[in-house]
């Protein structure tokens, strides 16, 4: 079993950048695929990044390709979200997600997932 805590979130004018971190806790970091979802007021739970154990391989969504980062250190047990670049639209409660390995083709749905953070607020103003 694995821990998630977010941090990071916060208000930020739109075209500034924000550093989200997902730390895990446990010394099995290493075997968990990880991704990052967001969900705005209202919406669905939406599908942001992901990546697998070694980091080698990563998967975006369209919406925030070529804006969004996402990085993970498995010596600090933490996966980063690096977001640049942002919009109104990115604006959302930003969770974590653990799973010990993606099924094909899940690792865009929340249901891919079995450990979650609490999530943190991330607000862009226009």
């Known amino acids: 079993q694995v821990q998630l805590v977010e941090s990071g979130g916060g208000l930020v004018q739109a075209g500034g950048s924000l550093r989200l971190s997902c730390a895990a806790s446990?010394?099995?970091?290493?075997?968990?695929?990880m991704g990052w979802f967001r969900q705005a007021p209202g919406k669905e739970r939406e599908f942001v990044v992901a990546?697998?154990?070694?980091?080698?391989?990563?998967y975006y969504a369209d919406s925030v390709k070529g804006r969004f980062t996402i990085s993970r250190d498995n010596a600090k047990n933490t996966v980063y979200l690096q977001m640049n670049s942002l919009k109104p639209e990115d604006t959302a409660v930003y969770y974590c997600?653990?799973?010990?390995?993606?099924?094909?083709?899940?690792?865009?749905?929340?249901?891919?997932?079995?450990?979650w953070g609490q999530g943190t607020q991330v607000t862009v103003s226009s």
């Open positions: 997600a653990a799973v010990s390995s993606f099924h094909p083709g899940n690792y865009g749905i929340p249901e891919g997932y079995d450990y």
């Open positions: 446990g010394r099995t970091f290493i075997r968990y695929d």
């Open positions: 990546i697998t154990r070694s980091g080698g391989n990563t």
